[in-house]
């Protein structure tokens, strides 16, 4: 669906013409993000994070799939075949650095595209199986972020599969078989080696299929807005394309100039030292940590050191950590106020600076070592965040009084434009 | 039984109210529905682990050269082994404790054969998420028990390896073994 007044597909040219007959593949751009996609004309910079996510994956699609051209999964040369990379491939050591940073930088632009979901409202109806899809995507990209990680069979990359798939070691009675399983051994060897390049390798395409569906979910109601408020009329939108496709260009130039800044002057500021050195099954390094965009969760399955009844610390630990993406499933149902734009929810507003920082603190708890205080601060951390969805959020959503919305979209921004 | 010449049209309702192409329709969807179930099978089983993995064979450790409150690490079917020669104080510290009273209880004499209570030997993996504890190692920090300890998420264990303090949830685990000879044990 879109808007009846959204412009209308009319090649001009006759090859195009006759395309548009036999395979309509320029009209279904055109709807999609081309100038037949009306968009709230009131969007902020905030917005651009969707298409920067695109961009990250392409990024990621490009430099992955030259990557495999040099690299062998196979244990005994795998670090060898990442050296070989970094010293001998033509421009290897930029192609490596490029998919290495893009995934932090692919991580950055999708957590800021979440916490913008999340104060303005995008994930409330009619947007719901949007964020839903959201969520799936995001999941996906933690399985193959976590994957690839593994692939440069490093100190870090060994550690890193075998602490993780020892969390499905903590399920009762079927956790150690189903790790025996994931792994293809009894501890990560060649067989873990060779499926996870194999599932990295795919699920990048599985995400991309899902970001169609994602956005398809999004045309049926229309992109959401700073205001929250429906679009009235033909004067609350602009078309896609000149208008967003500007923006995001300028946006993008942003983001590549950051991205870029930190590939050159930087690469490895956030990458751990100990991946440079090749796995050894013999010997595990003093300080375990994710990468940086796992943090918040790894402080989360931390945070538990004691049994509560018959249920060990590990598999709570395990049981919160899921439980903290899980959750986020259930928030367009959790978050009753019908008031989409934090803007206009003063209570709503301050709970959700509270909750940044409490992902703050708990990302900076999961990069520092297991020891006091980051243990007793990353359990009332991870208090906060459940808290926060579980008795907060409803709670604010019934009690609060929001502010007066503007009737339209329009009015809202010749409002302000009226006090400039 | 239709024949040729009273045959049913496909669609006729007999009397119970089914008709044949029900049959035929459950019939033949239930068939797929077994075949691609045991398709699935080994495309499941191909994740275990394969036979040269699982062949790895037991291994046999010399235990001469270790001396009293030595420990080595040598490595059994792809992971850590640690063998350890307990002192007598370190007996005496594992034999004081109430075994009851442990996470996982269980007494020095359990997790050793009998007659060889000074050789405890356990597999070098935490029972929390995998990692290697230290203790074993001239020099490692032995944690606050004397055993060993787990420097990814602060498992404390004893002398024993028996959990003490910390995330684990088990004490560390204790192959099947056997004594070839006097000096020589076999794993496995």
Known sequence: MSFPWANH??????????????????????????????????????????????????????????????????????????????????????????????????????????????YYGSYKAPREMVWLLGLVIFLLMMATAFMGYVLPWGQMSFWGAKVITGLFGAIPVVGGPIQTWLLGGFAPDNAALNRFFSLHYLLPFVIAAVIILHIWALHIPGSNNPTGVDVKGPQDTVPFHPYYTAKDGFGLGVFLLLYCGMLFFAPNYMGHPDNYIAANPLSTPAHIVPEWYFWPFYAILRAFTFDIWFIPAKLLGVIAMFASILLLFFLPWLDKS?????????????????????????????????????????????????????????????????LPLPNSITEAVLAKSGQA | MA????????????????????????AAVSFAGVGAATVLLPLINQMNPSADVLALASIEVDLAAIKEGQAIKTIFRKQPLFVRHLTAAEIAAADKVDAASLRDPQTLEQRTLAGKKQWLITMGVCTHLGCVPLGAGEGEVKGEFGGYFCPCHGSHYDTAARIRKGPAPKNLEVPVYKFASDTVVQVG
């Open chain 2, 3 to 26: 024949t040729l010449e009273h045959s049913e049209t496909p669609g006729e309702v007999a009397g119970d109210g089914v008709r044949r192409r029900d049959f035929i329709n459950i």
């Open chain 1, 9 to 118: 597909y009319a090649p001009k040219h006759p090859l195009m013409r006759w395309l548009d007959e036999k395979l309509p593949l320029p009209r279904l751009v055109y709807n999609a993000v081309g100038a037949g996609y009306p968009v709230p004309r009131n969007l902020n910079y905030f917005w651009n994070f969707g298409v920067l996510s695109g961009a990250a994956l392409g990024i990621q699609l490009i430099t992955g799939i030259i990557l495999a051209m040099h690299y062998a999964a196979n244990g005994l040369v795998a670090f060898d075949s990442v050296e070989h990379i970094m010293r001998d491939v033509n421009s290897g050591w930029m192609l490596r650095y490029a998919h290495a940073n893009g995934a932090s930088f692919f991580f950055i632009v999708v957590y800021l595209h979440i916490f913008r979901g999340l």
């Open chain 1, 338 to 402: 019908p008031v989409r734009s934090g803007n206009y929810r003063p209570a709503f507003k301050k709970f959700f600076v509270l909750l940044v920082i409490d992902v703050l603190i708990l990302g900076y708890c999961g990069g520092a070592p297991a020891e006091e205080p980051y243990v007793m601060i990353s359990q009332l951390a991870a208090a906060y965040y459940f808290a926060h969805f579980l008795i907060i959020l409803p709670i604010v959503s019934k009690l609060e009084k929001p």
